[in-house]
């Protein structure tokens, strides 16, 4: 539906009528009906860029007749309005009578004491209100401070509902389903904790060495992670680009600079309701759900900082490097990068080129040939994920927590709503707790879960070759725009024979529900790009890995756990005993988000709130943006 200004005129006030039915050419009518109301006047463009729907224009509520004007409201459907005035109780009573589910409403005022400005909403009965200054607040920022509250409102109190009436005994079990990093990590915490831990995990134990192919996003791709500020980064587009469909490139195949990788005629219905929802999101709220992504980051970095503090053992011989470094092609990038690093206050310093290949002599062919403009040194670190989860692995079982490898959980099992157990085969699997994490892999596991259909499989590829004199002494954060590789880290690491080399990691090629539906002609195309980039970075590293066989028999690539609102999810039910939680699509950042998820399950069982109860919510984008018609 088009997002147009319409006027509306049922008000008995002649004047108002009057200004009311002057439409300028910039507001055409084209459409008789909406489901956002302004009062006062707004830019069409504006609207067009920030809601999906019409927007209908009326009089002020100062001119309101009460009856009129909530029956024009709910004939027009309208469930969200922008005012200058507060309309009174008997025309937000109607107006509320009018509909069943959640209203909007915006009030913009000037002049107003401070108090009432930007502050805590109100969620009376159906109706969440928000308080702006009109000479200060933008409508782009007033949505997302209105969709905040609705989280806040409408999420977080429910979840801290829930959280308060059912906390842990001291010593209770926990069954966690999935030995990826964010279960081992949470795994982790629980026992050092107290809790008694056994995790189940489909595959085979990782320290068997099983042929790569055959684990999950953690054990099998390529044996790097990177933890940055920015990590588990939004990933719809951020600015309207002229021509092109609005986060199109989910839908364009990758040798189109876009993410489809998927065999022809292999992508399923539940696919097509998947990529339809990551087309519904806004800019402004992308932007706004970065907000929140960031945050978490933060939290999580602390906690990393804390965990390497008290247990240094755990990150000896994992090639643990502190500090990355972040290369951009184009000077408008840079720019671009260098705004963003220091507003998530992950910025250190700023290297123009020619310092940068004096500090870096690794990257002085890259600099020489322009395939890098100039450098951002930054926050983050970077170890060796294989060798870090099998670590992981020895220290949970020297501590008491049992695995079970090669077992598949097929089912939540539930009586009457309540979770009982998970299934696996014929056996009930119990315990007091529940921890799900089974990342694109969890294929039915989920069907009854509110996370049903949210997460599903992006793949990343991996390439690694040498690390050779002047060898690269930190891990980089990479992008060329224009490129099928655009964006990606480039990893100090060992190989099994204990040679330094550097793992390239990059690319997104959506597969949908079905991990192995994967078009090899298209990744092929991601490795080629991949291939391009190493040879104009590190041409002499490339030339010895190609002359090898090392950059062909290197190739890999995982599956990564994707919702289409680029949040992670952190969904809770409640058990016979305890609690159930899921939680997974974390898109890129699963590693580095892992200590806070972990952080937010303990909170979880032991009846506190925590943000992520709210923010991951696997329904806040649905619950909210039903308001609006699309």
């Given at each position: ?20 039915r ?12 909406g489901?956002?109301?302004?009062t ?5 463009e ?15 509520p ?10 024009l ?47 805590e ?16 607040v ?23 509902t ?25 795994a ?18 990782p ?8 684990y999950?996003?953690?054990?099998g ?7 940055s ?31 489809e ?9 539940a ?6 929802e ?14 929140d ?25 994992i090639g643990?490097?502190d ?20 507003k998530v ?73 309540v ?46 070759f040498?690390n ?14 224009g ?7 480039i ?13 390239f ?32 970075l590190?041409?002499e ?6 002359e ?17 609102s ?13 609690t ?23 909170d ?23 308001i609006?018609?699309h």
């Amino acid at each position: 539906m088009s997002n147009t200004i319409t006027h509306l005129t049922l008000n008995t006030d002649a004047e108002h009528n009057d200004a009311a039915r002057e439409a300028t050419s910039s507001q055409r009518v084209l459409a008789a009906s909406g489901t956002v109301a302004a009062t006062f006047e707004l830019k069409e463009e504006e609207i067009r860029a920030l809601l999906p729907c019409p927007v209908v224009r009326m009089a002020s509520p100062y001119h309101w007749e009460a009856e009129k004007e909530t029956s024009l409201l709910a004939a027009s459907g309208v469930r969200v309005l922008i005012t200058d005035v507060i309309p009174s109780n008997r025309a937000l009573a109607g107006w509320k009578a009018g509909f069943g589910g959640v209203l909007l409403l915006l009030v913009f005022q000037e002049f107003v004491p401070a108090k009432v400005l930007n502050r805590e909403t109100a969620y009376n009965d159906r109706i969440v209100t928000a308080f702006f200054d009109r000479r200060t607040v933008t409508l782009t920022e007033a949505l997302a401070l209105a969709e905040a509250a609705f989280t806040r409102e409408h999420l977080a109190k429910p979840a801290e509902t829930f959280v308060r009436a059912t906390p842990s005994r001291a010593g209770a079990s926990v069954l966690v389903a999935g030995a990826g990093i964010v279960g081992l990590m949470t795994a982790f915490e629980l026992q050092r904790r107290g809790y008694k831990v056994e995790v189940v995990e489909r595959t085979a134990d990782p320290r068997m060495r099983a042929p790569w192919s055959q684990y999950g996003c953690t054990h099998g791709g390529e044996n790097a992670r990177m933890f940055s500020l920015t990590e588990c980064d939004n990933y719809h587009d951020r600015s309207p680009v002229p021509g092109e469909k609005l986060h199109g490139h989910i839908a364009r195949p990758v040798d189109e600079l876009g993410w489809e990788i998927g065999k022809t005629g292999q992508y399923m219905p539940a696919d097509g309701e998947w990529t339809n929802e990551f087309l519904r999101v806004p800019i402004w709220l992308a932007d706004h759900y970065n907000d929140d992504i960031f945050d978490l980051n933060h939290q999580s970095f602390a906690l990393w900082k804390a965990m390497i503090d008290e247990h240094p053992e755990l990150f000896e011989g994992i090639g643990f490097k502190d500090g990355l470094l972040r290369i951009c092609k184009t000077e408008a990038y840079h720019e671009k990068q260098v705004r963003r690093q220091k507003k998530v206050r992950a910025f250190i310093r700023e290297l123009d080129r020619d310092r940068l290949a004096s500090e870096y002599p690794a990257l002085a062919a890259g600099c020489a040939n322009r395939e890098i403009h100039a450098g951002i040194e930054v926050e983050g670190f970077t170890v060796n994920i294989h060798d870090y989860a099998k670590k992981l692995i020895n220290h949970l079982e020297m501590h008491g927590v049992s695995f079970r490898w090669n077992t598949t959980i097929d089912e939540i099992a539930t009586r009457d709503g309540v979770v009982v157990g998970l299934r696996h085969g014929d056996t009930l699997m119990t315990s007091d707790h529940y921890f799900i994490s089974a990342g694109a892999y969890a294929r039915h596991l989920l069907d009854t879960a509110a996370s049903n259909n949210k997460i599903h499989g992006v793949l990343g590829a991996w390439i690694s070759f040498p690390n050779r004199q002047p060898k690269l002494q930190r891990s980089l954060k990479i992008s060329r725009e224009g490129h099928i590789a655009g964006s990606g880290n480039i990893i100090l690491a060992r190989n099994e024979r204990q040679e330094e080399i550097l793992i390239f990691g990059s690319g997104f090629g959506y597969v949908g529900r079905e991990p192995s539906n994967i078009c090899d002609d298209q990744l092929e195309q991601l490795f080629r790009s991949m291939e391009s980039y190493i040879r104009g970075l590190f041409p002499e590293a490339y030339s010895a890995a190609l002359e090898s066989g090392e950059l062909q028999a290197s190739r890999k690539y995982c599956i990564r756990p994707w919702t289409a609102s680029s949040l992670g999810i952190f969904e809770m039910r409640q058990a016979s005993s305890g609690t159930l939680i899921v939680a997974s699509g974390h898109n890129t950042g699963g590693f580095a988000q892992s200590t806070a998820i972990a952080a937010a399950t303990l909170d979880a069982i032991e009846g506190r709130s925590h943000p992520m109860h709210s923010l991951y919510h696997p329904n806040r984008f649905d619950h909210f943006w039903r308001i609006f018609p699309h």
